[in-house]
């Protein structure tokens, strides 16, 4: 079983709500998706491709990844890369598909899973990534995922990193 989240937020929401994925992917299996490319899971969802980033926003989405706990507020951001606030956002937008916020807390549970699949806990985890406790942690989580990550992992739930 493989999980495609749409941000909500994100423009390619939208665009997937209109896609019948059963015709749209008739070798939509597990091996199959793991050969895919982004460009051709874009491709055969009708998802735009982006370009790739600005290289000053690709370096505040490395920082982002190499520290989910750092940036808490956007501010920390735009003067590290020598962008005015608006610029900063409007890239960071393009680039990503949804606000630096929300982006930011995506690159988070994206650490999360990490943490996760190399074996440790929630409460490790979830400081490993920035949040003050595990149940800080569970509230965001089941804000964007409509369940507790304790209540994933009762459910047998796997984090490959592959």
Not at 18 to 33: H, K, N, R, V
Not at 101 to 120: P, T, V
Request: net charge negative; proline share 6%.
């Amino acid at each position: 079983m493989a999980f495609i989240y749409l941000d909500a937020l994100s423009d390619d929401h939208a665009a997937v709500q209109q896609i019948d994925l059963a015709a749209a992917c008739p070798d939509f299996s597990g091996e199959a998706l793991k050969t895919w490319s982004v460009d051709r899971a874009c491709s055969v969802l009708s998802l735009p491709q982006r370009s790739p980033p600005d290289p000053r926003i690709a370096a505040v989405f490395r920082a982002i990844d190499a520290q989910p706990d750092a940036f808490i507020n956007f501010e920390d951001l735009d003067t590290s890369v020598g962008l005015s606030p608006s610029r900063c956002r409007t890239l960071i937008r393009e680039a990503s598909g949804v606000p630096f916020r929300r982006y930011r807390i995506w690159r988070r549970m994206a650490c999360i899973a990490r943490q996760l699949a190399e074996g440790r806990n929630l409460t490790e985890a979830a400081h490993s990534a920035g949040f003050a406790s595990s149940a800080h942690l569970s509230t965001a989580f089941n804000a964007m995922f409509g369940l507790t990550p304790s209540a994933l992992l009762k459910a047998g739930v796997v984090f490959d990193l592959d």
